[in-house]
């Protein structure tokens, strides 16, 4: 079955650069959507078709995929941003939906 | 926009249980649903998805032949009957939307809780 990998975890101080990935061999093919998901609380949606920022998403949110590595990039990191990020994606068929393992920010 | 997942509750290994999901503040017949469960601790596990129309039905190998995904559009709710529940399906489950098919969950439900134990 198809997987896709990413950290356990990254840490940053507030204001540096965090950046997260998620390897999978289906992306140079295939989007990656990524999701924010805080303690307690339904994900939500911070970036989706590898590059593209929903409305209400701040700017130091950004996206990238090359080859089989998609990036999700927060620019400036806030303490706020402490949360679990997921990318989601699908295999080459289009018909088995993933999620990588997620990954834990920790801003301090 | 919302949705609202209810039907979850504790329920012993072997046994049912049907999970619905209330649509609003949006044109439900345009979208496609899917099904995403978090086991304590654990990370997003994609469980089965329905198309907009159709409507077609796609299922994770751990749930396909005991789970079904439905949706009746009159009601704006999905549902999925969980059968022969394991200890391994104890999760939140959570419904959520995508405008195409096969595109990313642009909006998430808070979930339900399903604990299965003896």
Request: hydrophobic share 30%.
């Amino acid at each position: 079955s198809y997987e896709m990998t990413q950290p356990p975890s990254v840490s940053v101080s507030p204001g540096q650069t965090a950046r997260i990935t998620c390897s999978g061999d289906a992306l140079p093919d295939k989007y990656a959507y990524w999701y924010q998901q805080k303690s307690g609380q339904a994900p939500v949606l911070v970036m989706f078709e590898d590059s593209k920022r929903p409305s209400g998403i701040p700017e130091r949110f950004s996206g990238s995929s090359s080859g089989t590595v998609a990036t999700l990039t927060i620019s400036g990191a806030q303490v706020e941003d402490e949360a679990d990020y997921h990318c989601y994606s699908t295999d080459r068929s289009g018909l088995q939906r993933v999620f990588g393992g997620g990954t834990k920010l920790t801003v301090i | 926009v919302q949705l609202v997942e209810s039907g979850g509750g504790v329920v012993q290994p072997g046994r049912s249980l049907r999970l619905s999901c209330a649509g609003s503040g949006f044109t439900f017949t345009t979208y496609a649903f899917h099904w995403v469960r978090q086991a304590p601790g654990k990370g997003l596990e994609w469980v089965a998805s329905i198309s907009s129309d159709l409507p077609d039905k796609w299922y994770a190998d751990s749930v396909k032949g005991r789970f079904n995904v439905s949706r009746d559009n009159s009601r704006n709710t999905i549902y999925l009957q969980m059968n022969s529940l394991t200890t391994d399906d104890t999760a939140k489950y959570h419904c959520a939307r995508s405008y195409g098919d096969h595109d990313g969950f642009d909006f998430w439900g808070q979930g339900t809780m399903v604990a299965v134990s003896s």
